[in-house]
């Protein structure tokens, strides 16, 4: 089974500070990686996604995240907040192999608070 | 992108009754939707998975006869809670895969229930 450990919780910070939320997962296999961000009020959208190629994958809005295999992480970074990125973050992973991307495992999120 | 909408947004309801959650996808076809819950700071718990014209695929845990899902066309799911008890109160969240396959998910706003 896999499994997704985000380790902080609540995030806050200044605007213009840089952002670095962990994400681990665990898994023997090949796996495609996701973040999924929630502003208050709104739905969960995505903010990037790795199924292959070059680790280090460029999302919306200055997110960036970098997939290392040998540290099973999937950090995600910005490396400028603004007062707008304030929301709820969701690391997912899924087997390669499952097309299904519902079978999607969660971290149980990071909530970022951007202080203006 | 492409939009999922679930009705309603909240809910109360007395202890014992049912209630019934829609799942839409609005600008295309979803023949596969997937329903979760949320307690609060926590992860997204996969439910099911509701098929378009099938049986859903509940995952190990949850009770089928309790959380009724019914897949009636290609634009609309719907979870029924029945019997509803206050342990039931919870965050329920649908989504539907990127119909281009690109593998992403595309959520509804949810929808929070409680049970008096």
């Known amino acids: 089974a896999q499994s997704v450990s985000q380790h902080n919780h609540h995030v806050i910070l200044s605007e213009a500070a840089s952002l670095e939320l962990g994400c681990n997962y665990s898994?023997?296999?090949?796996?495609?990686l996701f973040w999924y961000v929630q502003y208050p009020g709104q739905h969960l959208q995505l903010l990037l996604k790795y199924f292959s190629g070059d680790p280090l994958v460029k999302g919306i809005k200055g997110f960036e995240a970098e997939f290392i295999k040998s540290k099973f992480s999937f950090n995600l970074r910005k490396p400028s907040v603004q007062w707008s990125d304030t929301a709820e973050y969701f690391c997912?992973?899924?087997?390669?192999?499952?097309?299904?991307?519902?079978?999607?495992?969660f971290g149980d999120g990071t909530t970022l608070t951007v202080k203006p | 992108g492409a939009v999922v909408s679930q009705h309603p947004s909240w809910v109360i309801c007395k202890s014992g009754t049912s209630v019934k959650i829609e799942c839409r996808s609005l600008?295309?076809?979803?023949?596969?939707m997937f329903w979760y819950r949320q307690f609060p700071k926590q992860s997204l718990m996969l439910m099911a998975t509701?098929?378009?014209?099938?049986?859903?695929?509940?995952e190990q845990g949850v009770e089928k006869d309790k959380f009724l899902i019914n897949h009636a066309s290609l634009t609309l799911s719907t979870l029924t809670v029945t019997s509803a008890h206050p342990e039931d109160s919870s965050f329920y969240i649908c989504?539907?895969?990127?119909?281009?396959?690109?593998?992403?998910?595309?959520f509804g706003e949810g929808s929070r229930l409680t049970v008096l």
């Open positions: 997912a992973v899924n087997a390669h192999i499952n097309t299904n991307a519902g079978k999607s495992t």
């Open positions: 600008d295309f076809q979803a023949t596969t």
């Open positions: 898994y023997g296999g090949t796996v495609n």
């Open positions: 509701s098929n378009e014209g099938s049986k859903a695929t509940y």
């Open positions: 989504s539907a895969p990127n119909p281009t396959g690109a593998g992403e998910l595309f």
